[in-house]
């Protein structure tokens, strides 16, 4: 049973961390130690407790630094070859599991280190294992943008752990292959301090994600279509991949779009890479069937220009998209932009998203 205290540590990390995701979006949330027990000086002598789920064991070095496996803790482990079904991760989340399901998790262990040192901190770690490298990819940048403004003053900021990795306010998040491995860091002799909590959080967890990716097997490379997209003018960490209805359009399949920003003005740049012509004009002619959709000459092999609009709130917004061999890209306006200022002056004019999306298309091979 947790106690008040740890409690009332994980309520003010989650005030903290609060406008990093949506209130729909999940927040992790593993089971702390009870406060006695957690960072209790000397727990670290032993050399660190036990991984108690033997396929993950691999993965978790028992020490790391000042931190090691909580020797009093439990492992918790749902999905393949665990103890219990994957709908337990809803024990393990403040909500939203289900996106974890559509994103077809396979596999979720959660366990937590504690600080040797007797400072009172914890750090749950959470590995979840996906079908694929993709959907771990996906839910990745979904985790850091919350398909919110990546320009919002809290945006999780780039952390160097050996694989894409973001460090938010007391959390980082990193994807290595099909892994995606979730730290949040509690003290609650830091509570009433949130500067001083995400500074420790800050020095401590990235070190102890790097220890657990350089474990893990599979590629550190971010999917093609995200590798295809523009460097210059991109926002940091403004990437955001899915596995389907791209933009909300239907038939689209998967792809990366980002976000950049050129002065006061916004756009974004959608790349749908496809292992043959004809599956990239199937993805061209989904846009082509939109309402509205007009033919662009002169442009590519084929392009349309599309106002899509992606929720029911959103402003519509301009896009040109065009195909060029197995590759669809385009280059639209950003519709968080358009919430908040006049579109002739935060909006690529037309001439100017067909310049951009010229010079990607030339580019490609």
């Given at each position: 049973m947790r106690l008040p205290k740890v409690i009332a540590a994980l309520a003010?990390?989650?005030?903290?961390?609060?406008?990093?995701?949506?209130?729909?979006?999940?927040?992790?949330?593993?089971?702390?130690?009870?406060?006695?027990?957690?960072?209790?000086?000397?727990?670290?002598?032993?050399?660190?407790?036990?991984?108690?789920?033997?396929?993950?064991?691999?993965?978790?070095?028992?020490?790391v630094g000042d931190f090691c496996v909580n020797p009093e803790g439990e492992t918790?482990?749902?999905?393949?070859?665990a103890p219990g079904p994957i709908d337990g991760i809803c024990r393990m989340f403040d909500g939203g599991c289900e996106l974890y399901r559509t994103h077809q998790v396979?596999?979720?262990?959660?366990?937590?280190?504690?600080?040797?040192?007797?400072?009172?901190?914890?750090?749950?770690?959470?590995?979840?294992?996906f079908a694929s490298s993709d959907h771990a990819y996906a839910m990745f940048t979904y985790r850091v943008t919350s398909n919110d403004d990546p320009t919002r003053p809290d945006m999780p900021r780039k952390?160097?752990?050996?694989?894409?990795?973001?460090?938010?306010?007391?959390?980082?998040?990193?994807?290595?292959?099909p892994y995606l491995l979730e730290l949040s860091y509690v003290n609650a002799e830091e509570s009433g301090d949130e500067k001083k909590l995400k500074a420790s959080a800050d020095r401590q967890l990235p070190g102890i994600g790097r220890a657990i990716l350089?474990?893990?097997?599979?590629?550190?490379?971010?999917?093609?279509?995200?590798?295809?997209?523009?460097s210059e003018q991109l926002i940091p960490m403004g990437v955001s991949f899915t596995m389907s209805k791209t933009?909300?359009?239907?038939?689209?399949?998967?792809?990366?779009?980002?976000?950049y920003k050129d002065g006061d003005r916004r756009y974004r740049v959608l790349v749908l890479p496809r292992e043959d012509q004809d599956q990239a004009k199937d993805v061209l002619k989904s846009f082509g069937k939109?309402?509205?959709?007009?033919?662009?000459?002169?442009?590519?092999?084929?392009a349309f220009k599309v106002m899509l609009q992606e929720q029911s709130d959103d402003p519509k917004s301009e896009w040109i998209v065009a195909r060029k061999g197995k590759l669809v890209v385009g280059v639209g306006d950003d519709s968080?932009?358009?919430?908040?200022?006049?579109?002739?002056?935060?909006?690529?004019?037309?001439?100017?998203?067909?310049?951009?999306l010229k010079s990607i298309l030339d580019a490609s091979k």
């Open positions: 003010l990390l989650a005030a903290c961390s609060k406008n990093e995701t949506s209130q729909k979006d999940p927040t992790p949330r593993g089971a702390p130690p009870p406060a006695e027990s957690a960072g209790k000086q000397g727990a670290c002598q032993g050399g660190g407790g036990e991984v108690k789920d033997p396929v993950s064991a691999p993965f978790f070095p028992k020490k918790q482990a749902y999905g393949e070859k396979k596999r979720t262990v959660s366990l937590d280190y504690v600080d040797g040192r007797g400072g009172g901190a914890t750090v749950n770690a959470i590995l979840s294992q952390a160097e752990v050996g694989a894409p990795g973001a460090l938010g306010t007391g959390s980082l998040y990193a994807v290595k292959g350089e474990k893990l097997p599979g590629s550190a490379t971010p999917p093609a279509a995200v590798a295809l997209l523009p933009l909300g359009v239907e038939g689209t399949g998967n792809g990366a779009h980002g976000f939109l309402k509205g959709a007009q033919e662009e000459k002169n442009l590519g092999e084929a968080f932009a358009l919430k908040s200022g006049d579109a002739s002056r935060v909006a690529l004019p037309r001439d100017e998203k067909i310049k951009r």
